[in-house]
């Protein structure tokens, strides 16, 4: 299972861009990245998922360079309901259906301030 | 709506007397997953089943156990709670197969009195 490691917290202002970075040095050929929005007392919320290059929907974009050691949530134009926890998950789906895809690594705390 | 349903919400319950959490299903999904959440940590996967093929995490205390009577519901029971069981317990559902999305219930709370 790839390991992800992501900043424990970050701080934004309400109409910028945020990019938070995940690092997932050992993931294998088959594992896809996936995010996850988590606000208190909620379940997590599915955010975006990719495999390389770029993904974009309406509420994000992830970019993920050539060597997939790495990948960029964006979050066009923040604003105060952003505030959540993020998470990064790194897994293979196909694996057996095994919970890898549901190992939650730290996560990035992020406040939107006004 | 298709969706996840947790109940109860919030749970209380004594040291040492047996608890049940519930959580029902919708969407007709395969895989269904019991994670623990402790305050300001990620979440923590206990087990998960496929169908009705139980998967547990080699680090999931004994205390823990889980039933899947059939697709749609999944209990979580805790057979002799500890103050450090207090905890969001989450059910989460996933298609099996391919890379799609995992759905998640709001989750309960449980408190360990």
């Known amino acids: 299972l790839a390991k992800t490691t992501q900043p424990i917290s970050m701080d934004s202002y309400e109409g910028q861009e945020v990019n938070i970075t995940c690092s997932h040095n050992?993931?294998?050929?088959?594992?896809?990245i996936t995010w996850y929005q988590q606000f208190p007392s909620q379940g997590p919320r599915f955010i975006i998922q990719?495999?390389?290059t770029k993904v974009t929907n309406e509420v994000a974009s992830l970019f993920i360079p050539a060597d997939r050691k790495s990948s960029t949530l964006s979050l066009p134009r923040v604003s105060l309901s952003d505030t959540a926890v993020y998470y990064c998950?790194?897994?293979?789906?196909?694996?057996?259906?095994?919970?890898?895809?549901?190992?939650f690594g730290g996560g990035t705390r992020l406040m939107v301030k006004p | 709506d298709a969706m996840v349903i947790q109940n109860p919400r919030y749970q209380v319950t004594q040291f040492g007397k047996p608890v049940t959490l519930s959580c029902s299903q919708t969407?007709?999904?395969?895989?269904m997953y019991w994670y623990q959440q402790k305050s300001s940590q990620a979440p923590k996967l206990l087990f998960h089943?496929?169908?009705?093929?139980?998967?547990n995490e080699a680090d999931t205390p004994d205390n823990f156990q889980s039933r899947r009577p059939n697709t749609s519901f999944c209990f979580l029971d805790i057979r002799s709670p500890g103050l450090g069981d207090a905890a969001m317990y989450l059910c989460?559902?996933?298609?099996?197969?391919?890379?799609?999305?995992?759905?998640f219930g709001p989750g309960t709370r449980l408190t360990v009195t």
């Open positions: 989460a559902t996933k298609p099996a197969g391919g890379p799609y999305e995992q759905y």
């Open positions: 998950l790194v897994g293979d789906p196909e694996r057996g259906n095994a919970g890898n895809m549901l190992t």
């Open positions: 969407l007709n999904h395969n895989v």
């Open positions: 990719g495999y390389k």
């Open positions: 050992n993931i294998a050929t088959n594992d896809y």
């Open positions: 089943y496929y169908d009705k093929d139980f998967n």
